[in-house]
């Protein structure tokens, strides 16, 4: 079947299943399925919202059923997963519609027994969900805030030991919103007052982000982003706001030579370029041919000529005997937990394992010191991570300068624009959130070679 739900039920399936992320799933789906409109935002809707909501959704269905949940066949949990979510968000679909749908893909994947479970349990909570007695928030809070915003109790604990109760409930709720699509402008084709115009017909809510000044926001395209002639064209590309804010920090000029060491898909390599308006060197680093192979032709529809991508492990410190020369300028945009970036990314939350911050941390430090010695005397390196959490931000900075006394935080910002430069703290870093900025979590920092 080729509808919404069994395409969403699909891919939340082997979401279970698989260790690849959402981002990538979708990815190889939009390769094989061209959607319409409505039904391309139903399938968007059930797979980001049963994914946001599934704590609160599963503590639904517990209360609901007699059987224990983690007896019940995940391909069932789905189903319930998908109907409950339904019911309880999707206003404009009929009680009777999520229910039948949801059987009938239990009759394929559970037979009539499972039919019959599901029928049984989504009928009961089109009744009595709203009536449920949720956890007393003053009587456990953690475990309160866990099941009625929908995260790993784990997570809430730790946001409640930095942010307290309320800022915790606040940062959840801005998580759980659906965000605006962002872009950057590319503005060795265009400018952003010229693309917010030629874009409107096609968009709602269109308009200029507040801290970049390259960056524009949306909802409700009319088409896919890919399908957009301005997309083809390239005069954007789809970057969220503190990801914009990183390469302003690096400062990267005309006629620079520039390593972005963590390049990826090439969002940031991107943005560099332009800035550098084709003047200069951008080495561009992955470990990943295929990532290295999408990032060449990024960068030839978005007309950008001086980088050159290179195939390596900079985890490794032969990194420093392969000839690379020196950098006036490093990028580590660093692999991290992506924390900062749940709300675009909701399978983060349930993935994720507490240990896995020291292991990024680890990792991280180590990409800084291989780095080190590849920077010109007075040259810069940012750090930056997707991620509000202290083990990948302030304590890897605080163990890298330990280790390097040569290098110090550089909090000379004069050349940033004011609406960058209010974001910077009294240490010189940025660190961003959701609830505060309207934007991913996101760490950075500027270091400098002082020796």
């Known amino acids: 079947m080729n509808d919404a739900r069994s395409l969403a039920f699909d891919i939340l399936n082997k979401l279970e ?162 965000p605006p699509i962002t872009i950057r402008v590319n503005s060795l084709k265009t400018n952003r007052g010229e693309l917010i115009n030629r874009m409107k017909p096609d968009v709602r809510n269109i308009g200029p982000t507040v801290h970049s000044p390259f960056g524009i926001s949306f909802s409700n395209p009319e088409k896919s ?82 980088v050159t991508g290179v195939k390596d492990n900079i985890g490794k410190p032969q990194i420093l005997k392969t000839g690379y020369g020196f950098f006036d300028k490093i990028l580590l945009d660093a692999p991290c937990s992506n924390m900062g970036v749940i709300r675009r990314n909701p399978d983060v939350k349930w993935k994720l394992q507490e240990k896995k911050l020291v292991q990024c941390k680890k990792k991280q430090l180590l990409f800084l010191h291989n780095l080190a010695d590849l920077l010109k005397p007075s040259g810069v390196i940012v750090y930056a991570v997707c991620s509000t959490e202290t083990e990948e931000n302030e304590e890897v900075i605080k163990e890298f300068l330990i280790k390097h006394p040569d290098f110090g935080i550089d909090n000379d910002m004069s050349y940033l624009p004011e609406s960058i430069g209010v974001l910077l703290n009294e240490r010189g870093f940025i660190k961003t959130y959701p609830h505060i900025n309207n934007m991913d979590g996101f760490f950075s920092v500027r270091l400098k070679r002082i020796k």
């Not at 002639?229 to 390239?234: P, R, V």
């Not at 302003?248 to 390049?263: E, K, Q, T």
Request: some cysteine; hydrophobic content about 40%.
């Open 17 to 178: 299943k698989s260790e690849k992320t959402l981002d990538t799933l979708l990815e190889e789906f939009h390769k094989d399925h061209l959607l319409p409109k409505r039904e391309r935002s139903l399938f968007n809707a059930i797979v980001f919202g049963v994914l946001r909501w599934r704590g609160r959704l599963d503590w639904i269905i517990s209360h609901l059923s007699r059987m224990n949940i983690k007896k019940t066949k995940p391909e069932i949990i789905n189903i319930l997963r998908i109907g409950l979510f339904q019911i309880i968000y999707l206003n404009r679909i009929p009680v009777s519609a999520a229910v039948n749908t949801s059987v009938e893909m239990a009759k394929h994947s559970g037979g009539e027994r499972g039919a019959g479970y599901v029928n049984a349990i989504l009928r009961k909570a089109s009744r009595e969900h709203q009536a449920l007695p949720y956890p007393d928030i003053a009587e456990k809070p953690e475990y309160a805030v866990s099941v009625t915003r929908s995260f790993p109790e784990w997570i809430v604990k730790r946001w409640m030991g930095f942010l307290g109760i309320n800022r915790t409930i606040e940062l959840c709720d801005a998580i759980n919103e659906i």
């Open 225 to 306: 982003i890919q399908e957009m002639a301005e997309f083809k064209n390239g005069c954007f590309q789809v970057q969220d706001e503190a990801a914009q804010i990183i390469t302003l920090l690096l400062d990267p000029r005309p006629g620079d030579s520039v390593l972005d060491a963590c390049a990826g898909l090439g969002g940031k390599t991107g943005h560099i370029g332009q800035l550098m308006k084709n003047s200069g060197n951008i080495t561009a680093v992955d470990l990943d041919n295929d990532k290295l192979d999408r990032l060449n032709r990024e960068m030839e529809r978005l007309g950008i000529t001086n």
